[in-house]
């Protein structure tokens, strides 16, 4: 079987995958997606094919769950977006795959901290804006904030299908920062492998959908449950790979 076709498949099986993990969780997927393209490509261009698929698969759930998505907080959730992109651009910023591995790795903490003491809460505009600034900071500088950005909705009054739409649109956002910021590191992809990329992206709609109908029927005990366990799974594995390459 030809190489190209080989990437096709696997890139689409790893994306319906972790879409359906995303469209049920709001963050998972995206973080075990950046986790295998990390094996096959440099950092900097990892970050940006990440970029173009989660785009696809945030936008896809976003729409399907459009109907709840507050664009109060996405507005200023926007703005420290930008604000934390920008000031990444000026200082040159080039991410290192052991740094990248290390920090995802203990972003789990977050979702373990006590949230009620800390009264983040994204409803709240000035914690809004905190929570793009570090998010911003975290997409650019790792590839993904899921975790951050779970910590400012969690003591919010919304219900998980307005928290789920409002996080995916701030993705979409936070994911295409992304891709402009390291653009010339994805332009060095050869043509066959972004082929792949393209012709993969889509099915992560397949995904999103699938997951955000498994979504509808749970409970937001369960939901919240379920994400800091597998979140946390996940974590663990990108910082023992950090550790092991310093070795």
Known sequence: MP????????????????????????????????????????????????????????????????????????????????????????????PDLIVVSIAIGLMPILVWMPVSRLRLDASKPLHALACGLIAGALTVGVGVSGPTIDIFFIRTTMDRRKVIATKAAVQVASHATKVVFYWNAASELPTTEWIAVLVAAPIAILGARAGNDILQKMTDQNFRAWTRWIVTGVGAVYFTQGLLKLI
């Open 3 to 94: 190489l190209t076709v080989v990437i096709l498949i696997g890139m689409a099986v790893t994306v319906f995958l972790t879409s359906l993990l995303s469209g049920i969780f709001g963050m998972a997927g995206g973080l075990i997606l950046l986790w295998v393209l990390l094996f096959l490509f440099p950092v900097s261009t990892a970050i940006a094919i990440h970029g173009v698929i989660q785009m696809v698969s945030n936008g896809s759930r976003a729409w399907f769950s459009r109907a709840y998505i507050d664009y109060r907080i996405l507005g200023i959730l926007g703005l420290g977006l930008v604000i934390s992109s920008i000031i990444l651009l000026i200082v040159d910023y080039q």
